[in-house]
Antibody, heavy 120, light 109 residues
Framework: QVLLVQSGAEVKKPGASAKISCKAS????????LHWVRQAPGQSLEWMGW????????KYSQKFQGRVSITRDTSASTIYMELHSLRSEDTALYYC?????????????WGQGTLVTVSS | EIVMTQSPATLSVSPGERVTLSCRAS??????LAWYQQKRGQPPRLLIY???TRATGIPSRFSGSGSGTEFTLTISSLQSEDLAVYYC???????????FGQGTKLDVK
């Protein structure tokens, strides 16, 4: 079955960077797009960016452009999301999610989430 | 950015009831609309995509309809396990700028 397993919770100071991983299994890794979506405490969901795992093409939300980077390691069936210049408002649960296809834009499978806490 | 507005914010319901949730887009998203269910402490779960297509394993009591800017999720006979927060999401843009509604919470009447 499709599984997305994310790395563990992180605590960061303001101004630092966080790098989260998402390891995929149970399907052909390079055949589907993967997204990052975050959820601040008690809030709705917010799309951050996408990677076409097959050709390494990426697109980011304008809100995070310049501050976020999504990369892949096909040998490890893993993608990474790095968020720089962290501030308290970045405290959230970060999810990776698999697309229906490469870039359909809807999220059929989700990781368990990684809590990033930004605090001095 | 396309703004998604859901109503109501909270809905108090009883098991067996027919439930209708609404989602409005600030501009047309054609039929590029999905619905997710999220229970406390869990990631979201895809229910419906392309406005009306049920995702794998989703019970037939869930159905979606609409087009353009007005969309509806209907639960034909609410079960206790359906108590959760429901989000709509549009995916009509390219380059992508996908957006979610603020959610509708179903709780017990």
């Amino acid at each position: 079955q499709v599984l997305l397993v994310q790395s563990g919770a992180e605590v960061k100071k303001p101004g630092a960077s966080a790098k989260i991983s998402c390891k995929a299994s149970g399907y052909s890794f390079t055949s589907y797009g993967l997204h990052w979506v975050r959820q601040a405490p008690g809030q709705s969901l917010e799309w951050m960016g996408w990677i076409n795992v097959g050709n390494d093409n990426t697109k980011y939300s304008q809100k995070f452009q310049g501050r976020v980077s999504i990369t892949r390691d096909t040998s490890a069936s893993t993608i990474y999301m790095e968020l720089h210049s962290l501030r308290s408002e970045d405290t959230a649960l970060y999810y990776c999610a698999r697309d229906l296809g490469r870039s359909a834009g809807n999220f059929h499978f989700w990781g368990q989430g990684t809590l990033v806490t930004v605090s001095s | 950015e396309i703004v998604m507005t859901q109503s109501p914010a909270t809905l108090s319901v009883s098991p067996g009831e027919r439930v209708t949730l609404s989602c409005r887009a600030s501009q047309s998203v054609r039929n590029n609309l999905a619905w997710y269910q999220q229970k406390r402490g869990q990631p979201p779960r895809l229910l419906i995509y392309d406005t009306s297509t049920r995702a794998t394993g989703i019970p037939s009591r869930f159905s979606g309809s609409g087009s353009g800017t007005e969309f509806t999720l209907t639960i034909s006979s609410l079960q206790s396990e359906d108590l959760a927060v429901y989000y709509c999401q549009q995916y009509d843009n390219w380059p992508p700028m996908y957006t979610f509604g603020q959610g509708t919470k179903l709780d017990v009447k």
